[in-house]
């Protein structure tokens, strides 16, 4: 059964400051890795999409790594902004399924 | 253009009452997802509908659960003789195809369930 982690479940920088947020799963075995932004009553709004076959992607001052490997990935914010501020889940797409497996979240707070 | 969307946003009922929440996905999308988030745990798969082929139900916790998709468009979760444990935040999602790297999940706003 495959196994998402995130680690730390909360986090709070000083704005400006970058964030980096870690992502790791038990079975390599995926098709892609989804990062997505939750606010507080809210749904999830998807962030990037990394395929099996990609390291990494970027949209504006978002870049997610993928180490497929060994299991993990990255999600890295540039220059946070208190509008960054929500709780952050990673989920895979595992072969043969055609369900999310979801990390419990980066719960993040950017201190103006 | 229109996301995916849930109804209602937010459900208050008795226990041992029947709910029912609808999502409406986007359009043209083939597959749909209901998952359930709890409070302190993460998001959890319930049942997923691709096309005309039969639902995948492994994720129903309990036969108290069903769910449908009329016309391969909106669906339909049901909940019969509702418990407390079943409060939670009922997500839905869909994705124009299934499986594969380029099956990215859209999910909607969700339906906050709580059972008293």
């Known amino acids: 059964k495959q196994e998402v982690t995130q680690i730390p479940a909360a986090l709070s920088v000083p704005e400006g400051e970058n964030l980096v947020l870690n992502c790791s799963f038990t079975d390599s075995a995926i098709y892609n890795l989804q990062w997505f932004r939750q606010d507080p009553g809210k749904g999830l709004t998807s962030l990037l999409l990394i395929q099996s076959s990609q390291r990494e992607q970027t949209s504006g001052r978002l870049n997610a790594s993928l180490d497929k490997s060994s299991g993990r990935s990255t999600l890295y914010i540039a220059a946070s902004q208190p509008g960054d501020s929500a709780t952050y889940l990673c989920?895979?797409?595992?072969?043969?399924?055609?369900?999310?497996?979801f990390g419990k979240g980066n719960q993040v707070v950017v201190i103006p | 253009g229109a996301g995916v969307s849930q109804s209602p946003s937010n459900k208050v009922t008795e226990k041992g009452k029947d709910v029912e929440l609808r999502c409406d996905p986007i359009?043209?999308?083939?597959?749909l997802y209901w998952y359930r988030q709890s409070l302190g745990q993460g998001l959890e798969f319930l049942i997923y509908f691709q096309g005309n082929s039969a639902p995948d139900k492994s994720g129903l916790p309990s036969d108290r659960f069903s769910a449908e998709r009329t016309g391969g468009s909106v669906s339909t979760l049901t909940i019969q003789r509702t418990q407390q444990e079943d409060s939670a935040v009922y997500l839905c999602?869909?994705?124009?195809?299934?499986?594969?790297?380029?099956?990215?999940?859209?999910f909607g706003p969700g339906t906050r369930l709580t059972v008293l």
């Open positions: 999602a869909s994705s124009p195809t299934s499986g594969g790297g380029y099956n990215e999940q859209f």
């Open positions: 989920a895979v797409l595992p072969y043969g399924n055609n369900r999310l497996a």
């Open positions: 359009s043209g999308h083939t597959a």
